[in-house]
């Protein structure tokens, strides 16, 4: 579990973060609270970087099950194949969240983030999970 707090831009956090994993053979899951959310997701990943590409679609496009990096929203469940790393951009707890290897929350600067950030926080402390804090503008654990 990985919270990093404190971004002024929750959706670029997640492409870099994306981008790395990506880099690194790793599939990706990126959670996001609505369908016009995923879509802001969808063309910041298109943007992110303009010489480097990270596949990805939709969780409900034909090749899904082949791109490394899906976009979903709602309460539908992920494939097994991109159960790996969990980026979770959504207000809310994420569904199936202990069957995801690693699970990223990323908490903005805004006390409308953060409120729903503490509670998911406490959800998984209660649950004695291990939790690694970051602070998003340096990029360095706490």
């Known amino acids: 579990m990985q919270f990093y707090h404190d971004s002024p831009d929750r959706i670029a956090l997640a492409c870099e973060l994306t981008a790395r994993a990506y880099a690194r053979g790793r599939r990706v899951a990126l959670r996001a609270a ?3 959310h995923a879509q802001r997701i969808d063309q910041a990943l298109w943007r992110f970087e303009p010489a480097a590409f ?4 939709m969780q409900d496009a034909p090749l899904a099950g082949e791109t490394p990096v899906l976009i979903n929203h709602g309460l539908a469940p992920v494939p097994r194949s991109h159960q790996d ?9 994420p569904p199936e969240f202990q069957s995801y290897r690693v699970v990223v929350e990323i ?3 805004s ?6 950030g503490r509670l998911r926080y406490k959800h998984y402390k209660a649950l004695d999970l291990p939790i690694k804090l970051f602070d998003a503008l340096r990029r360095e654990a706490l």
């Open 34 to 36: 609505d369908h016009a």
């Open 85 to 93: 790393i969990l980026i979770n951009l959504s207000d809310e707890l």
């Open 111 to 116: 006390e409308a983030d953060k409120a729903p």
């Open 107 to 109: 908490i903005g600067q």
């Open 54 to 57: 990270v596949p990805h679609v």
